[in-house]
């Protein structure tokens, strides 16, 4: 990751932009006019990186500013009977999809207007798909979950999860 964060930084100078600019269309443009003179190889040499890094690189400083990848995620089927937090109960299973993933716990949204933390002790190899278990996480944002609930802490607004399986 720090080698990508230094590629972006390395690549913002060679097209003579900053990081407030990333999303507006002179970015795009500027962008578009470095590959047309250096060429991807050229690029990649300058900053001592790979065509495919290089290309996440374009991708995401070229992303309109209100872009997010996650809007185009299938959603789960939330049951219509569990809609707030104190309709959980320990034990019940669900379906969720990851909204983000930290080096503590992957984050799900379960339906009930509150995320719910599935702890990274719970995620083991067992659950997870072969393809998974090559990442260090094994989870990441718009995958679908099926999780029970294991413990919830209404005054402090936390609700646990285990993973039983990725869908």
Do not use: W, Y
């Amino acid at each position: 990751i720090a080698l990508i964060l230094c590629s972006v930084g390395q690549f913002l100078t060679l097209v003579g932009e900053s990081h407030c600019d990333i999303g507006k269309s002179k970015m795009q443009q500027k962008v578009n006019s470095i590959i047309e003179r250096e060429g991807m190889d050229g690029i990649t040499k300058k900053l001592n990186t790979t065509e495919q890094t290089l290309q996440i690189i374009i991708d995401a400083l070229t992303q309109p500013e209100s872009f997010d990848i996650r809007k185009d995620f299938d959603q789960p089927d939330f049951k219509k009977s569990i809609v707030c937090p104190e309709d959980l109960r320990v034990g019940t299973i669900l379906t969720g999809r990851v909204e983000n993933a930290t080096l503590f716990g992957v984050f799900v949204d379960i339906g009930v207007g509150k995320t719910a933390l599935i702890p990274i002790r719970s995620i083991t190899e067992d659950k997870l798909s072969k393809a998974k278990k090559r990442r260090s996480l094994g989870l990441g944002p718009g995958e679908k979950v099926e999780v029970r609930v294991r413990e919830i802490d209404l005054p402090r607004s936390r609700i646990t999860l285990e993973l039983i399986r990725v869908l």
